[in-house]
């Protein structure tokens, strides 16, 4: 973390500075058996592809609203980077109908389809499968990122100071998102999260806040089908220092 950090995408380009092969993201998806581990750099790859994604073949610049309807997951965390890094805000959970861009997974794709602008669809299969068949009025996200550059450069500078996150009926600048996240987190920590990304609490715990800390989070999807010996073990095994299930 660099006291001048003011957006996430600041702090995620810190901590590829500082230390680019630690573990950032761990995730676990219980009702399917996934584990995926991301080091700091493999996260800003996606994130660099998502956000030439965005901003390249989608067209989302500073002032667009992307509407987020994701699951705790590790591509949803990518697409929350990626939107700070172009500039448009992460509406999480948010009205489709009034979004330039949608970004939904595989239950909230009738849903989706309300966006009149660009909509991207997440099959959010293990190793970041493709859907069998594109659904009708989507791009697959595991088919077009592939292609997309590692390097990311903004077409515009973004603003600190503008609108960045909305979440639980609350509209956060980047600069906030950052203040927040510094004040939650605990430095170095490795985070347990079984929370869901739909409040800032979860996002914080799940994401903001070990990436503000120089910290890693085990990110948990379907933790409830985990039995308590069993979590106890991935404690351990996974080095846990806070957990938040």
């Known amino acids: 973390m660099n006291a001048t950090d003011r957006t996430p995408a600041d702090l995620l380009r810190s901590a590829l500075a500082a230390d680019p092969g630690r573990p950032l993201v761990t995730f676990y998806d219980d009702a399917t058996g996934e584990r995926v581990e991301l080091s700091v750099a493999t996260f800003a ?12 073949e989608l067209g989302a610049g500073p002032g667009d609203r992307v509407a987020v309807l994701l699951p705790a997951h590790w591509q949803t965390a990518v697409w929350l980077l990626a939107c700070s890094s172009v500039g448009v805000v992460a509406d999480v959970g948010g009205d489709p109908s009034g979004a330039d861009v949608v970004v939904s997974g595989p239950e909230s794709l009738e849903a989706a389809r309300a966006c ?17 068949q594109t659904p009708v009025g989507f791009v697959d996200y595991a088919v077009e990122v592939p292609s997309q550059g590692d390097r990311f450069v903004a077409f515009s500078p973004v603003d600190p100071g503008e609108p960045a996150l909305v979440v639980g009926g609350v509209e956060l600048t980047g600069a906030q998102v950052v203040e927040r996240a510094r004040a939650d ?8 999260s079984g929370l869901p990304y739909d409040s800032w609490e979860g996002l914080s715990v799940g994401l903001y806040a070990p990436l503000a800390s120089g910290g890693s989070v085990v990110l948990c999807r379907n933790l409830a089908e985990l039995s308590e010996e069993a979590l106890a073990k991935r404690v351990e095994s996974e080095r846990v220092t806070v957990s938040r299930p």
């Open 45 to 56: 790859n996606w994130v660099a592809k998502t956000a030439n994604l965005l901003q390249g």
């Open 116 to 132: 009149g602008g660009e909509r991207v669809a997440l099959a959010l299969r293990p190793l970041g499968g493709r859907f069998p």
């Open 185 to 192: 987190g605990d430095a170095g920590a490795r985070v347990l």
